[in-house]
């Protein structure tokens, strides 16, 4: 790296993630993390088996006899379980692949590389080509299967509890404490103890839960909290998104859920004042996220269901502060959602993740968790649907009436979403997504003034979606880069310059952006700072007139400060029928090319889509025209 681009990285990151970066460097390097997180470590057994029980301690769930709310046992729920017990796993809510009935739990099944599983976490490479992408190893090992298997003995009134302590123990003895793949990432950790809990309280009554098999199961519950606590920073200051939320849930509701290991007392105390902190820093003041992701703003909403239900339970709840955060989070994307589907736009990165699975809806389907969420905050239902309301069903806890918030209601007409930098508009024939921001935070695709539209719940100009984090270079560029979105190149660049794994330089910023409105249109005009390694001064203007009664979308786009370079205007359309009708400032021909699109609607998959691009110098007006494939 030179000297200009290491500048520009420490500009952007700061001085906080900076300085952590080297310190961690360090302790990875002189041993100490090996130190903090020990292998073969004294065991920790605080409690029999029979006390535990006799604590009967709330979760978000009871065991599975004092459960009532109606049984559908229907055929997909029963085909993906058969798919279990013979040994597949549906990798990112996506992709069954078959692991085997005696899966190692360290082998990436794509490209059958095995991880040691002696290595202490701290030296296992988890971004390398020949391994793979690890995430397909953490996959299985969070133990999202067990919420299908148990939701799957309630409705059919069945019991698979001997399997599912199995797959636990195997795993146990699988990853000795501190050791291999598995214990590297602390968000992948906690989901894994999330997931145990589950099922622990729902087959708290069943044979197949031994005392010995106890003893193992609190011993890595230690271990796994410790290891949260003692590597928070990580989370909190390199990563910090997500991951931070995941990791401070996980420690904030440790001394609720597992009151008998005496460290929980400090780990949970901690947990709760980071938790606060994080929510109020990573949830801007619209209830934008972040992330600009809307799977991982999906991920957020529930961990706030998650937290909020224990904490209520034990009446141990957040501040007020945190109750608007989650419902402002909540609404940005009931807003954005499509109701004949519920689908909303593939916008930022997408690594499948749908932590807890309690229905049988499409993965793009987010109308289950928002309807959680708005059910514990609201008392109400979004929608009546059995199969939607199943999620709820699952947690059927609300917050007490002096924090209830009003039912929502869905917005039409220009919305603006300032501190995200979104700015929406819904009509009776469409919904439109403009993504125009600044990045205090750290951005993941180089999409600024992307434009989505949907018509009747179809995505119509579309986000090309994420496919992997580790993956060849040309499919990384592209899904990442400007041209996977519906905005413009300069000389076939991104906006942005790609550095390595999610590191970006010259981050664009939004320099102004509104709506109007007349009579017949609804006018979004926004212009970003882009494209500044290239010129210092660069700007990237773009005018989206949105007709009121046609499926008509006027978009002008102008670029400064690029003279003599070719600028390329691109449409992913796939093939719906769209007419383009473009013209420059001065009138000239419009080249039109088809160029490689993708389209990657679950992490790790792709199929070919079609694009179109438009060739400018410095100004383009295209109107784009939909029409109905009956007309």
Request: hydrophobic letters at 35%; glycine letters at 4%.
């Amino acid at each position: 790296m030179n000297i200009k681009l290491a500048y520009q990285l420490f500009q952007n990151m700061g001085i906080r993630y900076t300085s952590y970066r080297i310190r961690h460097e360090l302790e990875k390097r002189m041993g100490l993390l090996k130190k903090k997180h020990p292998v073969n470590p004294q065991n920790k057994c605080f409690m029999s088996l029979q006390d535990w029980k006799k604590l009967d301690i709330p979760f978000i769930i009871k065991e599975r006899e004092s459960i009532s709310f109606s049984k559908n046992p229907n055929g997909s729920l029963k085909d993906s379980v058969r798919k279990i017990l013979n040994g597949e796993i549906c990798f990112f809510s996506s992709e069954w692949k078959n692991l085997g009935l005696n899966y190692d739990w360290t082998t990436n099944p794509e490209t059958g590389f095995k991880y040691d599983g002696t290595k202490h976490w701290s030296e296992i490479n988890d971004f390398n080509s020949a391994n793979g992408d690890i995430k397909y190893v953490w996959e299985k090992s969070r133990f999202p299967h067990v919420l299908t298997i148990m939701r799957y003995d309630y409705h059919f009134d069945d019991d698979h509890s001997v399997f599912v302590f199995s797959e636990i123990e195997s795993w146990i003895d699988a990853n000795p404490i501190n050791q291999g793949p598995n214990w590297k990432c602390s968000q992948e950790i906690s989901l894994r103890l999330f997931n145990w809990m589950y099922a622990l309280t729902f087959y708290k009554n069943s044979d197949a839960l031994t005392e010995e098999l106890w003893n193992k199961i609190q011993n890595t519950i230690y271990w796994s909290l410790h290891h949260v606590y003692h590597h928070i920073d990580f989370s909190r200051i390199a990563v910090r998104n997500n991951h931070a939320i995941t990791e401070t849930v996980a420690l904030t509701i440790s001394e609720l859920l597992f009151p008998y290991i005496p460290e929980t007392k400090k780990w949970a105390k901690e947990g709760r004042k980071w938790l606060e902190q994080e929510v109020a820093y990573q949830v801007y003041e619209d209830g934008t996220f972040l992330q600009f992701s809307m799977n991982y703003h999906r991920v957020l909403v529930q961990l706030f269901s998650l937290g909020i239900s224990v904490t209520e339970l034990h009446k141990k709840p957040f501040s007020e502060e945190f109750y608007i955060k989650a419902y402002k989070s909540l609404n940005f994307l009931y807003q954005c959602l499509q109701e004949e589907n519920g689908e909303l736009p593939n916008y930022g990165a997408n690594d499948g993740a749908l932590f807890f699975s309690f229905s049988n809806t499409a993965f793009r389907d987010y109308r289950p968790q928002l309807n959680t969420l708005h059910r514990i905050l609201t008392k109400e239902k979004l929608y009546f649907d059995e199969n939607i309301n199943e999620d709820y069903n699952w947690c059927q806890t609300e917050i007490n009436d002096l924090k209830r918030k009003q039912p929502l209601k869905k917005q039409v007409g220009a919305m603006v979403f300032q501190n995200g930098g979104y700015y929406c508009c819904r009509t009776n024939k469409s919904f439109t997504f403009i993504r125009c921001g600044n990045h205090k935070d750290r951005p993941s695709h180089a999409d600024n003034l992307h434009l989505d539209v949907w018509i009747k719940g179809n995505n119509v100009l579309r986000d090309s979606g994420t496919y992997k984090y580790n993956t060849e270079k040309k499919y990384q560029d592209y899904f990442t880069g400007s041209i996977s979105h519906n905005t413009v190149l300069v000389a076939n660049n991104s906006q942005m310059l790609k550095g390595n794994r999610f590191i970006w330089y010259y981050w664009s910023q939004a320099l102004n952006a509104s709506w109007t409105e007349t009579e017949n249109d609804y006018i979004f005009e926004g212009t970003i700072s882009g494209f500044r390694f290239i010129n210092p001064k660069c700007a990237h203007t773009r005018i989206i007139k949105i007709n009121k009664e046609k499926q008509a979308w006027e978009v002008t786009d102008e670029v400064a400060k690029t003279e003599g370079l070719i600028k390329s205007q691109i449409w992913h359309h796939d093939d719906y029928l769209w007419q383009l009708n473009a013209v420059t400032e001065t009138n000239e021909e419009v080249t039109e090319e088809q160029k490689i699109s993708y389209n990657s609607q679950g992490y790790g998959q792709k199929k070919s889509g079609k694009a179109t691009a438009l060739l400018f110098k410095d100004k383009i007006k295209t109107t784009l025209l939909y029409k109905e494939k009956d007309q």
